[in-house]
């Protein structure tokens, strides 16, 4: 009787054109906090996902608890104690907590008694949940407990967590780590795929490295610096991203007293949000998502209107006036979601440079497009950002998730904005790209325009921004200095513990 | 004008008879949509179903065999729509509005031979005593069985969705596909049973009409009941019950406008045959202003094509 619970030998799955996984082999033991750790494209959600039973692998195999084991679906996979929380939920907003609990079991008991069950198991770990309410109205924290204790109802053996912390404030990552240190002491064995390495640092045991589809490592996590850990994962020295210090300008984006209703049902209203941002300035807005970030870029880029006097661009009211208006004044802004938002997938990247660029760029003519200067706008932002891509005449869509991130942010940063909006600017983006944007964020900022990025990249806030506020259900908190915080004042900042019990936890 | 010439225990039971085609296509169409399908064939397959079910009908003798042909008919026209948009991931509007016109051609080729045939009458259900009882009797008890069938469709399919683990997964399937997927449902199997359903609930709404409501076949009999159908399941906010109301209010107004005009109601005769379509369009209008997508109801994925990347 061995000690392992799961063991993964030659693990191998191409795609077309990509290595995914490349003979991946390790060990999960009994009862143990395994890291797998890899930046994105690394191929650790193809390899959870073959562990899950959702991709088969092309050569490999698996044995848990001694007994081959090669799951041809989920539901195989469930069966034998193989359980999953999804980096992007897998619930449905419009269904209850109790349906969404049952659509993810095997044999789920009649609806009462689920509903009671998921009472006493919410409970007893310390994650309250009403078992009646929709899941649409519940934050990001809580529909990650309905995840969990999906999970938790079916008595896994093996739990697989994706990025599960990517959504909570710092205070729901702690009560996280407690329930999964409980579970592990109980004998579940989890295996927890992030790419935050103090994370990693703090709660697991031992840790797999993969790069490019490939076991780079193996580590003891809590042996080795966070450094130490990012550079095994990408494979190279990584570079901090700094800047002179500049002397704090005019008032270039006043915002003062913003109130909008959402114009999703499932959104947040924002609620009289004040804020100031000055010449030379980045102002990082932090906040678990779903909590106004979507509803004030949209305010601000001006794709909802405001009350004109709300909102003020170097004193001119610009709450009234669209995104085109807004941008021929100085007001730019980059969405969160690139593909169909920031950029049109299906359109080359000459086109969709010209599309934020048309006016500031001058690269119309009486309304006719002049397509050598769009095409040359577009030829400087892959050039200046380092977009790989063989040339501008090719779609948005076929560039990866960084790359694509580098050329939406270049072509706001380089047509020269008084005041830019940024959400979530390196989010699903490898390091050094990563590293790259804030780096051009923090130049534009030195330059001497306002820069506002929105984030729930705590460390990278704390990295390039000068104040920090926070968004909490529509609200924003007063601006502070990064400097004089703690991370447990921006928890609290950021709405604390969203009414989880910590004492239940710790009993 | 001579209004005593409409009864009320007449005009209800009317109601009944002429609403039953739309009620039966739009609990169909209300299945497929909660599956996050958009098939706005409904008409085309209506129209075939109608064909299907006259043609088994004369050449069997038997109206039941004919409402079983004309079942199959409809749904095996539907797994055309089916295997295009799940298979082939083609639009669903510009599929559905595809369906629609080939099934409106097709069903004139194949009714080519029976025009002017009259089908063999279906029996009224015999309920013995019940018939007697004054007014209720008329009203309730006087019917064929394609209405009690109708409306055990309707809590059929209200106990399947909101009771049963099949109507969850199915629901869960029309709210968000890759959520679905990621749980190991079989999306597009699921779909194309929903999709199947809907074309036979159609084919039997047509079948009614040509079999039973007029009874005779004739080019583009349903004159645009699909539509109805399919606004109604918007109207109704896809709740099974409020199907039936939507559809009951149709028929009401489309009863009692003949009605009026058989009064000899001082308007243009127009003007009462469009009121049906007015007051549908009225309804829609007052149930879509100023309200978000959750407040009406709709499945999140309706219309949604599914790929699955993994």
Same mark, same amino acid.
């Not at chain 1, 259900?473 to 915080?485: Q, Y």
């Given at each position: 009787?061995?000690?392992?619970?799961?063991?993964?030998?030659?693990?191998?799955?191409?795609?077309?054109?990509?290595?995914?996984?490349?003979?991946?082999?390790?060990?999960?033991?009994?009862?143990?906090?395994?890291?797998?750790?890899?930046?994105?494209?690394?191929?650790?959600?193809?390899?959870?996902?073959?562990?899950?039973?959702?991709?088969?692998?092309?050569?490999?195999?698996?044995?848990?608890?001694?007994?081959?084991?090669?799951?041809?679906?989920?539901?195989?996979?469930?069966?034998?104690?193989?359980?999953?929380?999804?980096?992007?939920?897998?619930?449905?907003?419009?269904?209850?907590?109790?349906?969404?609990?049952?659509?993810?079991?095997?044999?789920?008991?009649?609806?009462?008694?689920?509903?009671?069950?998921?009472?006493?198991?919410?409970?007893?770990?310390?994650?309250?949940?009403?078992?009646?309410?929709?899941?649409?109205?519940?934050?990001?924290?809580?529909?990650?407990?309905?995840?969990?204790?999906?999970?938790?109802?079916?008595?896994?053996?093996?739990?697989?967590?994706?990025?599960?912390?990517?959504?909570?404030?710092?205070?729901?990552?702690?009560?996280?780590?407690?329930?999964?240190?409980?579970?592990?002491?109980?004998?579940?064995?989890?295996?927890?795929?992030?790419?935050?390495?103090?994370?990693?640092?703090?709660?697991?045991?031992?840790? =797999?490295?993969?790069?490019?589809? !490939?076991?780079?490592? @193996?580590?003891?996590?809590?042996?080795?610096? +966070? %450094? /130490?850990? &990012?550079?095994?994962?990408?494979?190279?020295?990584?570079?901090?991203?700094?800047?002179?210090?500049?002397?704090?300008?005019?008032?270039?984006?006043?915002?003062?007293?913003?109130?909008?209703?959402?114009?999703?049902?499932?959104?947040?209203?924002?609620?009289?949000?004040?804020?100031?941002?000055?010449?030379?300035?980045?102002?990082?807005?932090?906040?678990?998502?779903?909590?106004?970030?979507?509803?004030?870029?949209?305010?601000?880029?001006?794709?909802?209107?405001?009350?004109?006097?709300?909102?003020?661009?170097?004193?001119?009211?610009?709450?009234?006036?669209?995104?085109?208006?807004?941008?021929?004044?100085?007001?730019?802004?980059?969405?969160?979601?690139?593909?169909?938002?920031?950029?049109?997938?299906?359109?080359?990247?000459?086109?969709?440079?010209?599309? =934020?660029?048309?006016?500031?760029? !001058?690269?119309?003519? @009486?309304?006719?497009?002049?397509?050598?200067? +769009? %095409? /040359?706008? &577009?030829?400087?932002?892959?050039?200046?950002?380092?977009?790989?891509?063989?040339?501008?005449?090719?779609?948005?869509?076929?560039?990866?998730?960084?790359?694509?991130?580098?050329?939406?942010?270049?072509?706001?940063?380089?047509?020269?904005?008084?005041?830019?909006?940024?959400?979530?600017?390196?989010?699903?983006?490898?390091?050094?790209?990563?590293?790259?944007?804030?780096?051009?964020?923090?130049?534009?900022?030195?330059?001497?325009?306002?820069?506002?990025?929105?984030?729930?990249?705590?460390?990278?806030?704390?990295?390039?921004?000068?104040?920090?506020?926070?968004?909490?259900?529509?609200?924003?908190?007063?601006?502070?200095?990064?400097?004089?915080?703690?991370?447990?004042?921006?928890?609290?900042?950021?709405?604390?513990?969203?009414?989880?019990?910590?004492?239940?936890?710790?009993? | 004008?001579?209004?005593?010439?409409?009864?009320?225990?007449?005009?209800?039971?009317?109601?009944?008879?002429?609403?039953?085609?739309?009620?039966?296509?739009?609990?169909?169409?209300?299945?497929?949509?909660?599956?996050?399908?958009?098939?706005?064939?409904?008409?085309?397959?209506?129209?075939?179903?109608?064909?299907?079910?006259?043609?088994?009908?004369?050449?069997?003798?038997?109206?039941?065999?004919?409402?079983?042909?004309?079942?199959?008919?409809?749904?095996?026209?539907?797994?055309?729509?089916?295997?295009?948009?799940?298979?082939?991931?083609?639009?669903?509007?510009?599929?559905?509005?595809?369906?629609?016109?080939?099934?409106?051609?097709?069903?004139?080729?194949?009714?080519?031979?029976?025009?002017?045939?009259?089908?063999?009458?279906?029996?009224?259900?015999?309920?013995?005593?019940?018939?007697?009882?004054?007014?209720?009797?008329?009203?309730?008890?006087?019917?064929?069985?394609?209405?009690?069938?109708?409306?055990?469709?309707?809590?059929?399919?209200?106990?399947?969705?909101?009771?049963?683990?099949?109507?969850?997964?199915?629901?869960?399937?029309?709210?968000?596909?890759?959520?679905?997927?990621?749980?190991?449902?079989?999306?597009?199997?699921?779909?194309?049973?929903?999709?199947?359903?809907?074309?036979?609930?159609?084919?039997?709404?047509?079948?009614?009409?040509?079999?039973?409501?007029?009874?005779?076949?004739?080019?583009?009999?349903?004159?645009?009941?699909?539509?109805?159908?399919?606004?109604?399941?918007?109207?109704?906010?896809?709740?099974?019950?409020?199907?039936?109301?939507?559809?009951?209010?149709?028929?009401?107004?489309?009863?009692?406008?003949?009605?009026?005009?058989?009064?000899?109601?001082?308007?243009?005769?127009?003007?009462?045959?469009?009121?049906?379509?007015?007051?549908?369009?009225?309804?829609?209008?007052?149930?879509?202003?100023?309200?978000?997508?959750?407040?009406?109801?709709?499945?999140?994925?309706?219309?949604?094509?599914?790929?699955?990347?993994?």
């Amino acid at each position: 009787m061995s000690d392992v619970l799961l063991s993964i030998e030659g693990l191998t799955k191409a795609y077309p054109g990509v290595l995914a996984n490349d003979a991946v082999s390790f060990d999960i033991r009994k009862g143990e906090i395994h890291a797998l750790l890899g930046e994105n494209g690394a191929g650790k959600s193809t390899l959870v996902k073959m562990i899950y039973g959702l991709v088969r692998p092309d050569a490999g195999r698996m044995t848990l608890d001694g007994r081959p084991y090669a799951p041809a679906s989920p539901h195989e996979a469930r069966a034998a104690g193989v359980a999953m929380v999804f980096q992007h939920f897998s619930l449905f907003e419009a269904l209850s907590v109790a349906e969404n609990v049952a659509l993810g079991m095997e044999n789920p008991p009649p609806m009462r008694a689920l509903a009671h069950r998921i009472r006493e198991v919410s409970e007893t770990y310390g994650l309250p949940l009403d078992p009646a309410r929709v899941v649409g109205d519940l934050s990001a924290g809580e529909r990650q407990r309905v995840e969990i204790i999906r999970c938790l109802l079916q008595e896994p053996r093996l739990l697989i967590m994706d990025e599960p912390t990517s959504v909570l404030t710092p205070q729901e990552v702690e009560i996280l780590f407690a329930t999964l240190r409980r579970l592990a002491g109980e004998g579940t064995s989890i295996l927890y795929i992030s790419h935050k390495l103090e994370e990693i640092r703090a709660l697991c045991d031992r840790a =797999t490295i993969l790069r490019l589809g !490939r076991v780079v490592g @193996r580590a003891d996590p809590q042996a080795l610096s +966070a %450094r /130490e850990l &990012a550079e095994m994962m990408v494979g190279q020295e990584l570079m901090t991203p700094s800047r002179p210090p500049a002397p704090r300008g005019e008032v270039v984006l006043d915002v003062a007293a913003l109130s909008l209703a959402s114009p999703s049902p499932f959104g947040t209203s924002l609620k009289s949000v004040t804020m100031q941002v000055h010449a030379g300035e980045i102002l990082g807005i932090g906040g678990v998502a779903g909590n106004g970030q979507d509803e004030l870029l949209a305010a601000l880029s001006g794709e909802m209107l405001a009350p004109a006097d709300a909102i003020r661009l170097c004193g001119i009211e610009v709450g009234q006036l669209g995104p085109t208006a807004r941008r021929r004044l100085g007001l730019l802004a980059a969405p969160e979601e690139r593909l169909g938002h920031a950029a049109a997938p299906d359109m080359t990247l000459t086109e969709n440079a010209l599309m =934020t660029g048309a006016v500031r760029q !001058r690269l119309l003519n @009486r309304g006719f497009v002049r397509w050598g200067a +769009a %095409r /040359e706008f &577009a030829c400087r932002i892959i050039e200046r950002f380092d977009v790989r891509t063989p040339g501008p005449e090719h779609a948005a869509r076929s560039l990866s998730g960084g790359n694509l991130q580098k050329f939406v942010i270049g072509r706001e940063i380089l047509q020269r904005p008084l005041a830019l909006v940024v959400n979530q600017p390196t989010w699903g983006v490898d390091a050094a790209a990563a590293a790259a944007i804030r780096q051009a964020l923090m130049d534009l900022a030195a330059e001497g325009a306002a820069v506002v990025v929105i984030s729930q990249d705590l460390d990278e806030l704390m990295e390039i921004s000068d104040r920090f506020a926070a968004l909490n259900e529509g609200r924003l908190s007063a601006p502070r200095p990064t400097a004089e915080l703690t991370v447990d004042e921006i928890g609290l900042m950021m709405g604390g513990a969203h009414d989880m019990e910590v004492a239940h936890v710790a009993g | 004008m001579n209004l005593s010439g409409i009864s009320p225990e007449v005009l209800i039971a009317a109601l009944m008879v002429a609403s039953t085609p739309i009620l039966l296509a739009a609990i169909g169409e209300l299945v497929v949509e909660k599956a996050g399908v958009l098939n706005l064939g409904v008409e085309g397959m209506m129209i075939f179903g109608a064909i299907c079910g006259f043609a088994v009908a004369v050449e069997t003798g038997s109206p039941a065999l004919g409402f079983l042909g004309a079942a199959a008919g409809a749904a095996a026209l539907s797994m055309l729509f089916g295997v295009l948009t799940q298979f082939l991931l083609s639009n669903q509007v510009a599929t559905g509005l595809a369906l629609t016109l080939f099934g409106l051609g097709l069903s004139a080729l194949v009714g080519q031979g029976y025009v002017g045939v009259t089908p063999p009458a279906m029996a009224k259900l015999d309920l013995g005593p019940l018939g007697d009882i004054p007014f209720f009797g008329r009203v309730l008890f006087g019917h064929d069985a394609m209405v009690y069938l109708s409306l055990a469709l309707v809590a059929a399919v209200w106990m399947f969705l909101n009771r049963s683990r099949a109507g969850l997964i199915l629901r869960a399937v029309g709210e968000s596909h890759d959520a679905a997927h990621a749980l190991g449902y079989r999306v597009v199997a699921i779909r194309l049973g929903a999709i199947a359903f809907g074309g036979a609930c159609a084919g039997l709404g047509g079948a009614y009409l040509s079999l039973i409501r007029v009874p005779q076949w004739t080019e583009g009999m349903t004159a645009g009941a699909g539509w109805i159908a399919l606004a109604i399941v918007v109207f109704a906010s896809w709740r099974p019950w409020r199907v039936l109301l939507g559809a009951y209010l149709f028929g009401g107004v489309t009863v009692l406008q003949l009605n009026l005009q058989a009064a000899g109601l001082a308007v243009p005769v127009e003007y009462l045959s469009m009121s049906p379509y007015v007051v549908t369009i009225l309804v829609l209008v007052v149930m879509s202003s100023g309200r978000g997508r959750a407040a009406l109801n709709a499945p999140a994925s309706l219309g949604r094509v599914f790929h699955a990347t993994t």
